[in-house]
């Protein structure tokens, strides 16, 4: 058999930024506001946290980083590609999205229809999506429950194969919604365990901030569509007063030991 | 999300005396006047007319404005093409014949297919007016004053609640499929019909499935709360009889039409 080269890693030599957000600005169609000029930048391989309250744009910004939602001003590069009409599906095979919801995610009868769903869209050989969800499966450690319908999971394990069916993409980036939300502790714990030891360029929006310290050494500080705040995560976890304007709580204040 | 509701929606919110009119009266008045609408005799031109009146002043009453209510007849016009077969069965004078087929279509037959036309276009403008002034919520409780069959109008009352909840849902799982439908360089992506096909087949399998479990959830949070068949409001707002004045008038507008039709 001879040895197929991988259609990611063949593009994924960038020398720049993973991700480039430039003058981001974007409002729902009612008018509202989500984003207001927002600009970041994320080195390949880096892992951020987004933080920030409740309504600040931290998963507007992730549903526009491979074109969900569309902004109405500022430009975002991935991997050296400007998101466009023209780029949105090629986009897309670069930034895996995970939803907040995994009900939304899994719509399959089988959780192994679920995790090959990205790979056969993108018109992948049989043998080489078969390969991918394996793997993908395996990586999250659910390979037992290919052939499970999603609906009868738990939501531990939902998460799960959702990010599996994001992994069997093969993307360089992940960019996650509230991954960690609603799990029970050794759940979450298992979660971290994976998200760490990916070698991929992950975006967290989140407001586990336990989880940040513990996974991810920059944190970009959102608050009404803007960047408050970037820095080292022990930096910004460590400002009482910074994280308390901005509808945060330090860590202490609810019995978690220190970043 | 509000997207989808916005689209949805039937009500729309104005300040108008239609508006501001008690559902008690706005149904019944309705309903009658469509039943009168609807007992047109084929031909009765002049009947058709005089019961449009009504419905293009109120159209003007109600702050709609004039486009909105026809757009929304529309919805009518579907409906009509049932009736198009009655143009070439039904015997009579001859004007028309179909080439290839050599269908005859009968003036009887197109008297017959334009009073359908008209009187259900009426019809429906006036149920356009109500349910465009009316909120769901109105009329359903307007229907129990009427002693509509309260398991009826509790699953309208869902249904119309959970349409909004499930359309939600359904935008959501099909913007994760976005997320995750990419292509790459050198490969065709999409992949073929049947598969898309199925794939759709999935979504709407595990939306009903999800309903399913969430009207398990939903019914158990009610019982938890004493439901007991029968939904409560909060406010009982007492019936005016200038609103039973009004609805009778237009009403009996409606059927002295008819009457004069038949007996003048």
């Known amino acids: ?259 | 999300m509000a997207a989808f509701a916005a689209v949805v929606e039937r009500y729309e919110e104005r300040e108008s005396p239609l508006h501001r009119a008690d559902a008690r009266a706005k149904v019944p008045a309705a309903f009658l006047y469509i039943l009168a609408v609807t007992t047109t005799r084929e031909g009765d031109w002049w009947v058709l007319l005089t019961l449009a009146v009504p419905v293009v002043a109120a159209t003007f009453v109600s702050r709609l404005g004039p486009w909105f209510v026809l757009r929304r007849t529309f919805l009518a016009l579907p409906f009509v093409l049932v009736a198009l077969p009655l143009l070439f069965t039904r015997e009579g004078e001859t004007f028309w014949t179909m080439p290839l087929t050599g269908w005859t279509a009968s003036r009887e037959g197109a008297e017959a297919v334009a009073t359908i036309l008209a009187r259900s276009w009426i019809a429906v403008g006036v149920a356009a007016l109500l349910v465009s002034t009316t909120t769901v919520v109105e009329i359903l409780r307007a229907l129990r004053t009427f002693r509509v069959p309260r398991i009826l109008v509790a699953t309208v009352f869902f249904a119309y609640r959970y349409f909004f909840v499930i359309g939600e849902e359904a935008q959501r799982m099909l913007r994760a499929r976005d997320a995750r439908s990419a292509a790459l360089p050198g490969y065709r992506a999409g992949g073929s019909i049947r598969w898309r096909a199925r794939v759709a087949g999935y979504m709407v399998g595990s939306l009903f499935v999800r309903s399913l479990d969430r009207s398990e959830r939903v019914f158990a949070a009610m019982q938890a709360r004493g439901y007991a068949g029968e939904p409560r409001f909060l406010d009982h707002p007492a019936f005016a009889p200038s609103q039973a004045t009004w609805a009778a008038l237009v009403v009996a507008y409606g059927w002295l039409v008819q009457a004069a039709a038949r007996f003048a």
């Not at chain 1, 720049?16 to 989500?34: H, N, Q």
């Not at chain 1, 995610?105 to 078969?130: I, K, N, T």
């Not at chain 1, 939300?181 to 759940?187: K, T």
């Open chain 1, 1 to 259: 058999m001879i040895a197929r080269e991988d259609p990611v890693e063949r593009r994924d030599a960038p020398d720049g930024s993973a991700l480039e957000v430039d003058a981001l600005s974007f409002a729902y169609p009612d008018g509202t506001p989500s984003l207001r000029g927002l600009s970041l930048q994320v080195a390949p391989g880096e892992k951020v946290a987004l933080i920030g309250p409740n309504g600040a744009g931290k998963s507007t910004l992730l549903l526009n980083l491979n074109g969900i939602l569309r902004a109405q001003a500022g430009t975002v590069r991935v991997l050296g590609e400007t998101l466009g009409e023209a780029t949105v599906r090629s986009i897309r095979s670069k930034v895996g999205l995970l939803f907040s919801n995994p009900d939304d995610q899994l719509f399959s009868p089988s959780v192994m229809d679920d995790v090959a769903y990205g790979p056969l869209h993108m018109g992948l050989p049989r043998d080489e999506v078969l390969r991918r969800s394996e793997e993908a499966l395996a990586a999250v450690g659910m390979q037992e429950y290919a052939d499970r319908p999603p609906h009868r999971l738990s939501l531990g394990q939902k998460k799960r194969v959702a990010i599996a069916t994001v992994l069997s993409m093969g993307t360089p980036i992940l960019a996650l919604d509230e991954p960690s939300a609603n799990l029970d502790p050794l759940s979450r714990r298992e979660l971290i365990t994976l998200l760490d030891r990916l070698p991929l360029t992950i975006l967290v929006a989140t407001h586990d901030l336990a989880m940040v310290a513990d996974l991810l050494p920059r944190s970009v500080l959102l608050d009404q569509g803007q960047v408050v705040a970037d820095g080292p995560t022990r930096d910004i976890l460590n400002d009482a007063a910074l994280l308390g304007a901005h509808g945060l709580e330090p860590l202490s204040a609810h019995g978690h030991p220190h970043a």
